[in-house]
């Protein structure tokens, strides 16, 4: 299969993977806004290895969503090789990522995800065992680092492997998600691998956050963007204009706002009917934060069924 990540659409601007947020309807979302690609929420290897009809749901995603990176958390290379096998097979996406980032309780604290980054063997049995057992293009996503083991360590004991791409969060595992940023660690990765794509991740929640990250580090391929597409899919059509322009863009008004959150819950309720109108009132609240009598209308959008429901609440909004 092509591998995409060599396709040169630089700066890469990316839709990181987020558990409960990045599904089908808002990778679509952020696709049509901008994004390049977009990442799955992170899938369970175990649950690919021993049941998968349920993971394998979670992942289904639209032609249109391509290129689209399915993500996998895990601890077993039995696991990841029978899942790059299945998703390989049944699902063909353009690629798939490993994680090796995230500090949630129910991940770290069974040795997935943050937990693999100082365990340099199994992490490279990991990843070899997604390399040979794919035709698709693997990636990983790392933190900066944790206790005493730094991304550069890590890239360092990994870079032999036949991995195209490295998302890199800009945090420490310690770091949690609010804390400092270090955007000079992920250039001395690309140093490392200038063959392999290397995106920045972090903290990038407006359109000057990516453009200042892209101007100070012009040597990484492009940004990972995650809690910033909350509320605002759009950021990624905003960073490419402002880079064109060079000029700040200009503030996306009411009434376009209004209607990106009707596309958002018709492709919400296209893909999962109730449910999805259930999972998109977190989103409209972060719509609205700072519209004009914000919390009134939070009060009305948290009880949403349908997307009539929203064209009706949103009609009687206007600016003061
Ligand atoms: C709600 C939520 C869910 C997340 N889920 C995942 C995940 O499934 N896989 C992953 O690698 N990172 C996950 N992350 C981490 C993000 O991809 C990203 O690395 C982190 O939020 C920092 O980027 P930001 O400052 O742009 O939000 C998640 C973050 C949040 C807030």
């Given at each position: 299969?092509?591998?995409?990540?060599?396709?040169?659409n630089?700066?890469?601007?990316?839709?990181?993977?987020?558990a409960?947020?990045?599904?089908?309807a808002?990778?679509?979302?952020?696709?049509?806004?901008?994004?390049?690609?977009?990442?799955?929420?992170?899938?369970?290897?175990?649950?690919?290895?021993?049941?998968?009809?349920?993971?394998?749901?979670?992942?289904?995603?639209?032609?249109?969503?391509?290129?689209?990176?399915?993500q996998?958390f895990?601890?077993?290379?039995?696991?990841?090789?029978?899942?790059?096998v299945?998703?390989?097979?049944?699902?063909?996406?353009?690629?798939?990522?490993?994680?090796f980032?995230?500090p949630?309780?129910?991940?770290?604290g069974?040795?997935?995800?943050?937990?693999?980054?100082?365990?340099k063997?199994?992490?490279?049995?990991?990843?070899?065992?997604?390399?040979?057992?794919?035709?698709?293009?693997?990636?990983?996503?790392?933190?900066?680092?944790?206790?005493?083991?730094?991304?550069?360590?890590?890239?360092?004991?990994?870079?032999?492997?036949?991995?195209?791409?490295?998302?890199?969060?800009?945090?420490?595992?310690?770091?949690?998600?609010?804390?400092?940023?270090?955007?000079?660690?992920?250039?001395?990765?690309?140093g490392?691998?200038?063959?392999?794509?290397?995106l920045?991740?972090?903290?990038?929640?407006?359109?000057?956050?990516?453009?200042?990250?892209?101007?100070?580090?012009?040597?990484?391929?492009?940004l990972?963007?995650?809690?910033?597409?909350?509320?605002?899919?759009?950021?990624?059509?905003?960073?490419?204009?402002?880079?064109?322009?060079?000029?700040?863009?200009?503030e996306?008004?009411?009434?376009?706002?209004?209607?990106?959150?009707?596309?958002?819950?018709?492709?919400?309720?296209?893909?999962?009917?109730?449910?999805?109108?259930?999972?998109?009132?977190k989103?409209?609240?972060?719509?609205?934060?700072?519209?004009?009598?914000?919390?009134?209308?939070?009060?009305?959008?948290?009880?949403?069924?349908?997307?009539?429901?929203?064209?009706?609440?949103?009609?009687?909004?206007?600016?003061?």
């Amino acid at each position: 299969m092509d591998d995409f990540w060599k396709k040169p659409n630089k700066p890469i601007l990316a839709l990181a993977p987020m558990a409960g947020i990045t599904d089908s309807a808002f990778r679509e979302l952020c696709r049509r806004h901008g994004a390049h690609v977009a990442y799955s929420e992170m899938a369970s290897a175990d649950a690919l290895y021993y049941n998968p009809k349920k993971t394998m749901e979670l992942l289904r995603f639209k032609e249109s969503e391509r290129p689209y990176v399915v993500q996998l958390f895990g601890r077993r290379p039995e696991c990841f090789k029978k899942a790059a096998v299945v998703i390989t097979k049944e699902l063909r996406p353009d690629a798939i990522d490993i994680n090796f980032g995230c500090p949630a309780k129910k991940v770290f604290g069974h040795g997935s995800g943050c937990a693999l980054m100082p365990q340099k063997e199994l992490a490279r049995e990991i990843i070899s065992a997604v390399c040979e057992n794919t035709d698709l293009p693997v990636s990983i996503k790392i933190r900066a680092g944790i206790k005493e083991t730094d991304a550069v360590d890590f890239i360092e004991s990994t870079k032999d492997l036949p991995y195209s791409a490295v998302m890199v969060h800009a945090r420490t595992y310690e770091g949690g998600f609010s804390g400092p940023l270090d955007f000079d660690i992920i250039s001395k990765i690309k140093g490392i691998i200038p063959g392999k794509i290397v995106l920045a991740n972090g903290g990038i929640n407006t359109p000057q956050d990516g453009v200042d990250i892209l101007r100070n580090h012009p040597d990484i391929d492009g940004l990972g963007i995650a809690r910033g597409a909350w509320g605002r899919p759009y950021i990624f059509d905003e960073i490419s204009e402002y880079l064109k322009t060079g000029k700040q863009p200009e503030e996306y008004g009411l009434e376009r706002i209004k209607e990106i959150m009707i596309e958002h819950a018709e492709l919400i309720w296209e893909d999962k009917k109730e449910l999805g109108m259930f999972e998109i009132r977190k989103h409209l609240a972060w719509y609205i934060k700072g519209f004009p009598g914000a919390a009134k209308i939070r009060e009305k959008l948290v009880l949403v069924n349908s997307v009539q429901d929203v064209k009706e609440i949103l009609a009687g909004i206007s600016p003061e």
